[in-house]
């Protein structure tokens, strides 16, 4: 089940979805009148659990909080799970634009255990009762990690402040996914955790496209190629000017070589969000690309902004 997020209203409110269509523009879709003072408004919540703070810069208001959540670590794995939080938090702030604004977040845990440790592997016939139902193979893709019990994942980080939920999963089994404005999981012991978290963390905190397009995931009409996408780290050059345009040398061309010369050069490079042709990335590598390079400028721009939006500076 899903759910939809917004404050507790002082009266009755009429609350609205509008879906963005393929053209890019928002449509209602779906409306409904809530009443707080109904019988069927209740503000309880059945998952309660032991926040612990980790890492306090300041107040909820001034701050991008970060709040993780244990999935597929039972009650007697909650100190591995506190281990685990804090080496996930220096995986994000190992790197630029995080690494010198870690004073902006505040970092926080649920210790909310599961009956079994683990997560679902449904290519593999495993199956584990957990606390928010995680599981590998989303849409058949076996890296791809994800839960679609978004409720659930609500009523365990209404237990504390969140600007960002985590569900950090207690495997080592590769894997993870990141959702803008929904949250991130990744697995908590593969080898290549730390690429991942990073990675995951910019989709699901900057909004951050993929910008990979040869690999088993395979969207070809994912983003329209008469629509600029809303992602700021990619183009179809229908609205150029609107995104990278004057980060680019007057040197270099538009749409940019993938040659050598050009290798630490913002530019224009056909390929990415999952396509070879149509869509463009603002260099040849980045961390939205592959496991091996940094946040590029672009994307670093980007998450900088969100920094401040988030927290007012």
């Not at 409306?31 to 926040?51: R, V, W, Y």
């Not at 100190?79 to 004073?103: C, H, M, N, W």
């Not at 009956?115 to 584990?128: A, C, L, Q, Y």
């Amino acid at each position: 089940p899903h759910v939809l997020r917004f404050p507790w209203p002082l009266g009755e409110v009429s609350v609205e979805i509008h879906d963005r269509n393929r053209a890019g523009d928002f449509q209602m879709s779906w409306s409904i009148q809530i009443d707080p003072a109904s019988i069927f408004s209740d503000p309880g919540n059945p998952l309660e659990f032991e926040t612990v703070d980790l890492e306090i810069h300041g107040d909820p208001s001034e701050k991008v909080d970060i709040l993780f959540l244990a999935e597929g670590y039972t009650e007697a794995e909650m100190e591995k799970f506190l281990g685990d939080v804090e080496r996930t938090a220096d995986y994000i702030f190992s790197e630029e634009p995080f690494q010198s604004q870690r004073d902006k977040f505040n970092i926080r845990a649920v210790k909310s255990a599961s009956k079994d440790s683990g997560t679902d592997i449904p290519g593999k016939g495993i199956w584990k009762n957990t606390v928010v139902n995680s599981s590998f193979f989303t849409f058949g893709i076996e890296r791809y990690m994800t839960t679609m019990d978004f409720k659930s994942v609500c009523d365990v980080a209404s237990n504390a402040h969140y600007d960002q939920v985590y569900i950090l999963v207690n495997t080592d089994k590769y894997g993870g996914g990141g959702i803008y404005n929904h949250y991130s999981i990744s697995a908590a012991d593969n080898e290549a955790s730390r690429a991942v978290v990073i990675h995951e963390f910019g989709h699901a905190f900057g909004g951050l496209a993929d910008e990979y397009y040869n690999s088993s995931v395979a969207y070809n009409d994912y983003f329209p190629l008469e629509v600029e996408p809303w992602n700021p780290n990619l183009t179809t050059l229908v609205e150029f000017d609107s995104k990278w345009k004057e980060m680019i040398g007057e040197e270099t061309p538009v749409p940019t070589p993938g040659e050598e010369l050009y290798q630490e050069v913002v530019g224009v490079y056909e390929g990415g969000g999952y396509v070879a042709k149509g869509v463009y990335r603002p260099m040849i590598d980045c961390r939205m690309h592959t496991n091996e390079a940094v946040f590029c400028p672009v994307c670093s721009k980007a998450l900088k902004k969100m920094i401040g939006r988030s927290t007012g500076l």
